[in-house]
């Protein structure tokens, strides 16, 4: 009996783990107080990201970390103004690997502008970088740059002359041509907003400051332009520029995506789009949500992430994850009103790889980012577990049935170390034959687009 007991003991042990999300603090090694403006994960060791200036000092820091052993070391670069103009701002940062990365860089409207609206390259880690012959002028304004491999990628920039300045390139980006029939801006003041994008497959969405979304299906070849209930994806055209209002989207595929719309820095609501972005419904979600930014987690089912940065009884500072699509939310941390609970751009490579910005505290911290501890493949939204869900027999030998109150979709077993060992879409009856004995974990994901998860004993 005793036996039974410690067994029992440890399974519940084992599942009790999986809820404990968390962030670990790593050292970015940037100058204090600048944060993190763009995180770009490549794969599970390496991510770049580019540095802005927390301290409200006003300043442009042309500065780059990086990592190649997931964030155990970082490594740190402040690219000298002899290879990119002291009057320039670094607007964006692509990378596909360890070695090869893409900066767009643009003017500050203070000195010269010559040479300073460009996109940089680098094929040796970022020690030293090669000025692109793109076709950006003076009179450009680079915003975003994106590449989804070692030769396709595009930048895209503010309105010259009738439209916004959209450029591909096949080559790794030693040619590129601007795209015809690119989005016209609405009248008035619309421009875009540097690192202001989202990129899901071929799928690209750009907001600006008329709350629109550029938007291309194709890897930029074609573009469609549509209103959101967002005023100002951040650049302050809206309301003359006084209301503070801004914008946070993230997109799980070409059609489903979320949007929050920020009012006066103060007020949220959330949003879903079913057709990528050309209509947006307001989401009733229950559960404590962030607006500071909003990431999908890939290879979920429909898991978000939402992180605060400004401690502020608004906004607040921590972070929340939804399985179900935003419908409900579940704390990772939230330490309101506490500068130590930021957590600023967020991004995730799977369900375990994940980073979220926060403030360096110098060249010798160990502050400066966070990564992601845990498994939100395996995390469950309370509101969404009460399904009926019946597994039986249990413990089994070759087969177990599946029952519930709602329809089924698909099925996903682990293991107790959270590896994924099956998964299907016979709902009914699962095969578990070739199975090791011992202990599992079944994930249930059902049509509304929640999960469940059980246990189950393999003999």
């Not at 000195?111 to 609206?117: C, R």
């Amino acid at each position: 009996m005793k036996k039974v007991l410690l067994s029992l003991s440890l399974i519940s042990l084992s599942l009790s783990s999986y809820a404990q999300n968390s962030w670990t603090p790593q050292g970015t090694k940037f100058a204090t107080s600048y944060g993190i403006k763009e995180i770009v994960i490549t794969d599970a060791n390496t991510v770049w990201v580019n540095a802005y200036d927390g301290s409200g000092g006003g300043t442009y820091p042309k500065a780059f970390s990086k990592t190649t052993n997931g964030g155990t070391t970082w490594t740190a670069t402040t690219i000298p103004t002899s290879t990119i103009p002291a009057p320039a701002l670094v607007s964006d940062i692509a990378a596909i690997d360890g070695t090869t990365a893409w900066l767009a860089t643009a003017f500050t409207g203070t000195g010269s502008a010559t040479n300073t609206n460009a996109v940089y390259k680098t094929t040796n880690g970022g020690t030293s970088w090669t000025r692109l012959t793109t076709g950006y002028t003076t009179a450009s304004f680079p915003n975003v740059v994106y590449f989804w491999d070692a030769n396709e990628g595009f930048t895209a920039g503010d309105p010259v002359g009738a439209t916004f300045q959209i450029l591909r390139t096949t080559n790794g980006g030693t040619t590129w041509t601007a795209v015809a029939g690119a989005p016209a801006p609405l009248a008035g003041v619309e421009y875009g907003l540097t690192g202001v994008k989202y990129v899901t497959g071929d799928n690209i969405w750009l907001g600006t400051t008329k709350g629109r979304l550029l938007r291309s299906a194709n890897r930029g070849v074609t573009w469609t332009a549509n209103s959101t209930p967002a005023l100002d994806f951040g650049g302050g055209a809206a309301g003359g520029g006084v209301d503070g209002s801004s914008a946070k989207m993230a997109f799980k595929d070409g059609s489903n995506g979320i949007l929050i719309a920020i009012d006066n820095s103060v007020e949220a609501v959330m949003y879903s789009t079913a057709d990528g972005g050309s209509t947006f419904e307001p989401i009733e979600a229950t559960g404590t949500w962030f607006f500071g930014d909003i990431t999908y987690v890939p290879g979920t089912t429909n898991t978000y992430v939402s992180t605060g940065i400004d401690s502020d009884a608004a906004q607040g500072t921590g972070s929340s994850y939804s399985t179900d699509g935003g419908l409900t939310w579940t704390i990772i941390d939230n330490i309101a009103g506490v500068d130590g609970g930021q957590r600023g751009s967020v991004k995730f490579l799977n369900s375990t790889t994940g980073w979220a910005g926060f403030f360096s505290d110098g060249p010798t911290g160990t502050a400066g980012i966070l990564k992601f501890s845990g498994n939100l493949s395996l995390a469950v939204n309370e509101a969404n577990a009460k399904s009926g869900l019946k597994v039986f027999p249990n413990p089994a030998v070759d087969v177990v049935n599946l029952t519930a109150n709602k329809e089924i979709k698909s099925v996903t077993i682990y293991d107790l170390s959270g590896k994924k060992v099956k998964s299907t879409t016979d709902t009914k009856q699962i095969n578990v034959s070739t199975l090791a004995k011992g202990t599992y974990i079944l994930q249930a994901y059902y049509g509304n687009g929640s999960v469940e998860n059980t246990k189950i004993i393999k003999k």
